[in-house]
DNA sequence: AATGAATGAGGGTTCATTCAT
DNA sequence: AATGAATGAACCCTCATTCAT
């Protein structure tokens, strides 16, 4: 009896996980997902106490990780690399170190926690993710000492960016390989953007 | 009564673009739409047709806007700039002449059109919007003769992200001063970081 | 003023008229009316107190006309020739004498009233004309003295013949010349068939 | 569980073809229909797709059964019998030996697939049943070698005339002896008037 | 008299959740 | 544990009728 309740549990997270990621939250259907996974409507209650509680269950793991990353709670997550190359191509290098960890947090389930969760209690989570990246950018400019006017509201723009593309990636690519290149390619662009951002800044462009 | 008909429109037009625009198409509800003007759903049809009319009203004028100047059907949408200055801050200045044509586009209607039309027979909005701007990238890196291993993957990934910066903007900007300040950087940004990921390319960051 | 209401009044009538011979009362709208009427809604209630109203001035005097008809309450409708001849060339002769007053019975407006007035108090109508149809068929039936097994029944089911008939040209037909040989040939096909079955059933044709 | 909800789909559909009877498929409610049933308006969506799904239930086998019945796709179904007496007392007989079958085909949810069908798919049914019927009556005037002014409107009255005959009698008639009766009545009735009919033309009953 | 805005009841349909078996 | 029937609230939409101007 355990065991089977494991398999059923396990096709109905899988189900929900691709529902959810495909439709959101909102547009998906308990009887759908309960069909994908080969039960019926009313056995998905024996193992959920709702949906949102589904949709907690597939996401909880990736909240802590991303908590543990963004604040460095554990070893195996370092960001010192952030802050860390300059040019272009030694970034690159840098990031090629860092990619396994990227990919233990950006994944599908990240996501889907991102953005996928409007109607349930984490419909917040997508402002939570943008104000950490936020809060780590204006750390970096802190440190290089650079004035960029409207600071907050830039870093909030930024932070958006880097995060959306993260999304992009990880809704549009399913080979890994992919996802690997276009990570790297957009933490480059990223890097890059920033840096010639600041520099336009620190030559005069002016908030108005 | 003429008065107040359009009184009574204009409401309605307004409740539903904080609807769709905060809740998006599906998502609103018609009833709360006509509570939110002040009226009664059933009022609401002597105004529009249905749900979807009531959001093709909001939105007609920025999509015929959009294809003006996307397509540079109009002298006042010139978009020859986009291809001319390579240097930060000339780039700037460059950009302050168009501001005002960037803000005729990049509207909170445009936001809806874009961001807010699944359910209706814009679902397709962002899709056609993407492509707009992938070729115009994929044009620009064409003349400068670059190489980007997996050119379309990457514009298309470029792409989205800068219309996902403007469309980041309209959602969460609502000064003026704010928004222009905020194109611009985001253009800023998405100049130097095209050129920083082409050259970071070039010197060898590979597909694997 | 007066003149210009009246005008106005024919209007809905005609247009009520035409929607309710096309669709029938209930999936008629009042907007529709007063729409091909040439005025509103609102103006509609001026002059009639409701949908149903309307309905009731447009076939009111039907009523009385077939009142008058089928009781002989006036002398221009005399239904002695129904009793006379039963030699078909004759009684074709004989009905050219009264098509006149068949065709100011059965008009437009009596199909409306049959036909059309689920919905309304009128709803009855096709089981009133039915009976007395099916009264003055059986009135024939006894002075010729021959016994139809189920007489009522049989009746029932001829008069709904004869009368579908009837409504069946009205609907179809909307040429004079057309309506008028239709009739004929109805009522021949009626006396005809009605001949033949007392016969048949004089020879034994039993109820089971 | 399966008994009670074969229970429940067989009360739906008894409800829906009362209510579709009685009323027709438009002025149908499904909300009374599965009162009527003694279920709710939300469960009657976990037996039918929506209205007019439980409406072609109801009648889908009607709809077999007739074309069978009239393109002789079955031995069971063989209409030779209609072309051979043209005397009355044999027409009975010849009758009788067949009223099994005609049985088998006017049914009342033969009724309702013809006469309460507006708003479904098969709005036209009473149409297709129509021109069979013209199409037969014609093929037998024709061997008949008679000539009928008008030939094909009066082949479409008379169709029309025997297929509320027909209606008529499943709408008003509900013991099965009487409704053999009628439709023996019925089908007698016809013929003689189209016997006496054709007669009547012969001597010259003229167009006008 | 005329307008058409406003109302409210009712239509069909979907769906998360509960419940009886 | 499993089934899927049952419920009820919410959805969009229509329309006869009333009301204010």
């Given at each position: 009896m355990q065991i089977k309740k494991e398999i059923i549990r396990e096709k109905l997270l899988e189900a929900g996980e691709r529902e959810f990621f495909e439709r959101g939250f909102t547009n998906s259907s308990v009887r759908k997902i309960a069909g994908l996974a080969g039960t019926t409507l009313g056995n998905f209650y024996n193992y959920f106490k709702n949906k949102e509680d589904l949709f907690k269950e597939i996401v909880k793991e990736e909240i802590i990780k991303f908590d543990d990353f963004f604040n460095g709670?554990?070893?195996?997550?370092?960001?010192?690399?952030?802050?860390?190359?300059?040019?272009p191509v030694a970034f690159c290098r840098a990031i090629d170190g860092y990619s396994d960890q990227l990919r233990a947090v950006f994944t599908r389930k990240f996501y889907i926690w991102v953005?996928?969760?409007?109607?349930?209690?984490?419909?917040?989570s997508r402002k939570v993710v943008l104000e950490f990246i936020k809060e780590h950018f204006i750390g970096h400019v802190m440190e290089v000492g650079t004035k960029i006017p409207a600071l907050d509201n830039t870093a909030g723009m930024l932070a958006n960016g880097f995060l959306d593309g993260i999304l992009y990636i990880l809704k549009n690519q399913s080979e890994e390989a992919g996802i690997n290149y276009l990570i790297k390619s957009h933490m480059l662009f990223f890097l890059m953007g920033s840096i010639g951002l600041i520099e336009g800044y620190s030559e005069g462009v002016a908030y108005d």
């Open positions: 709670h554990k070893d195996e997550f370092n960001t010192d690399w952030m802050k860390v190359e300059m040019e953005a996928c969760s409007e109607g349930t209690e984490y419909s917040n």
